[in-house]
């Protein structure tokens, strides 16, 4: 490809080329032209990473394999064998208020069970009996998998689809155990 020899030199008279001369004189070349591009930082929000090292003792009573619970319907409800079987009803009611809320939406499966464990770990270092875990709708796995590895933990006493104040079907109330030392606990 050939370059198109300029015109415009031509109609450029003496005076006018002479003038151009004198105002640029001083001027220097730029060492250097071009701006570095700058890396924009996402705002999403950071997720732990799974690999975080979490008590195996809290991670042992929850099974993948196991699927003991099985939804009839909307509402999910759970009691311990040899519990009161109201408790449900009266979580259903609101009768007990969770003392903390666990949000697992945009949690991994593994990451979801890491926290799970820790919330029960946590509420029975601090002694709470009550609990909320809001697992979402989404595709359901999350809301399928939570009252599977509940039921497997020998501190939870009952469960039930939480009320509207505390997200309905895509949260679960808890009733825990406490007062249960680590030695009965791990039994």
């Not at 250097?32 to 705002?43: G, W």
């Not at 975080?52 to 009573?61: T, V």
């Not at 259903?92 to 003392?99: D, F, G, L, S, V």
């Not at 939406?105 to 029975?124: M, R, V």
Request: hydrophobic share 40%.
């Amino acid at each position: 490809m050939q370059r198109k020899k300029l015109s415009h030199q031509a109609n450029l008279s003496a005076a006018d080329s002479d003038l151009f001369r004198q105002s640029v004189s001083g001027a220097r070349p730029l060492l250097q032209d071009k701006i570095a591009p700058v890396s924009v930082t996402s705002k999403k929000k950071a997720r732990p990473s799974a690999d975080l090292p979490a008590n195996k003792q809290d991670l042992f009573f929850f099974s993948d394999g196991y699927e003991g619970f099985i939804s009839d319907g909307s509402l999910l409800s759970y009691v311990q064998p040899g519990d009161d079987p109201r408790l449900a009803g009266r979580l259903k009611r609101a009768e007990y208020q969770p003392q903390v809320v666990l949000d697992l939406h945009g949690l991994t499966q593994l990451e979801a069970k890491y926290e799970l464990a820790g919330l029960l770990a946590y509420c029975q270092q601090q002694q709470f009996n009550c609990a909320c875990v809001v697992h979402g709708k989404g595709l359901g796995i999350l809301a399928r998998k939570v009252p599977n590895w509940l039921i497997q933990h020998p501190n939870v006493r009952a469960f039930h689809t939480a009320p509207k104040s505390w997200g309905k079907h895509g949260a679960l109330l808890l009733l825990l155990k406490i007062n249960q030392s680590e030695a009965e606990l791990h039994r």
